[in-house]
């Protein structure tokens, strides 16, 4: 069987975004076990110049779902409205990015290679090919978000380890 575009995207964002469900979820246990509100750790930043755990969240869920929308469309842009500030809501977010994720046929994101598209960011322009604006710009930048979401619950206590961040991985036997 030849590789797919679908192959090199979609089973990975459905697997880091589940990973990402379950990291809300273990925050949310965390703060309720510290005594703390899980909601604040949405604000939780690695450093002051960088964008807080809500963003990266969403910004995961942009790069992956809202990726394909763009490709769909033919232009992405970031999405610069405000994320959801609760740990039920960013919850609720990936959910619903995971489940429009699995509904897609993979039939519809092979027939995207070859398509033209492009990344608008104010005045800036990038074109690109579907395949290689999934594969270059936003499944890394979807990499990015998530690791500094994990990250940045990690370095506010919440016991985390790899196997947190890989999610379940796609075995045979799966």
Do not use: C
Not at 57 to 69: D, M, N, Q, T, W
Not at 104 to 130: K, L, Q, S, W
């Amino acid at each position: 069987m030849p590789f797919s575009l679908y192959a090199a995207t979609i089973p990975s964002y459905r697997q880091i975004l589940s990973a990402v469900a379950a990291l809300l979820r273990k925050a949310d246990s965390f703060a309720a076990e510290q005594g703390i509100s899980s909601d604040d750790l949405v604000r939780q930043r690695l450093a002051e110049d960088m964008l807080p755990f809500g963003y990266q969240v969403k910004s995961a869920v942009a790069h992956s779902l809202g990726a394909i929308e763009g490709v769909r469309a033919g232009v992405f842009s970031p999405d610069r409205s405000p994320w959801p500030d609760t740990i039920a809501d960013l919850g609720a977010l990936v959910a619903e990015a995971n489940a429009a994720l699995e509904a897609i046929e993979p039939a519809e994101i092979d027939g995207f290679v070859g398509r033209p598209m492009r990344f608008t960011m104010g005045e800036m322009r990038m074109d690109f090919v579907a395949e290689e604006f999934l594969l270059s710009f936003s499944q890394p930048n979807f990499y990015f978000h998530a690791t500094t979401a994990y990250d940045i619950l990690r370095a506010n206590g919440v016991p985390l380890g790899k196997r947190d961040f890989l999610g379940r991985p796609r075995t045979i036997a799966s």
